[in-house]
């Protein structure tokens, strides 16, 4: 497909460590369709982790980690962005940022990809 999300911003952090991921998008698909965070762990199902209605007035992150993460949008530069600060090991995965237009919102509540993906940001999470 073509690229239209791009992820920045995954790493290397050791346990209680925090990274910010970003996902920049055109401007139309970030001005008109839900996006979202979706993660693949080794050897685990397409899971999801944090979601923003197309406005932003709607976010959502997974119950497991909801009091560490936070999911936003920054406007002007068309991007989202994911805070994880406490990280933990069993939250390494490979990142993906997703797009969908706004009635596809709860399907990236289900872990559904959305219409556009990224290539995704790793995150490594070790001691």
């Known amino acids: 497909q073509v690229q239209v999300v791009e992820e920045s911003g995954g790493g290397s952090v050791q346990p209680g460590g925090s990274l910010r991921l970003f996902c920049t998008a055109s401007e139309r698909i970030y001005s008109s369709y839900a996006m979202g965070w979706l993660r693949q762990a080794p050897g685990k199902e397409r899971e999801f982790v944090a979601a923003?209605?197309?406005?932003?007035?709607?976010?959502n992150v997974a119950d497991s980690v909801k009091d560490r993460l936070t999911i936003g949008r920054l406007g002007v530069t068309n991007t989202i962005y994911l805070q994880m600060d406490n990280l933990k090991p069993e939250e390494t995965g490979v990142y993906y940022c997703?797009?969908?237009?706004?009635?596809?919102?709860?399907?990236?509540?289900?872990?559904?990809?959305?219409?556009?993906w990224g290539e995704g940001t790793q995150v490594t999470v070790t001691s």
């Open positions: 923003s209605s197309w406005s932003g007035a709607t976010t």
């Open positions: 997703n797009a969908d237009q706004p009635e596809g919102y709860d399907r990236l509540r289900f872990g559904i990809r959305g219409s556009f």
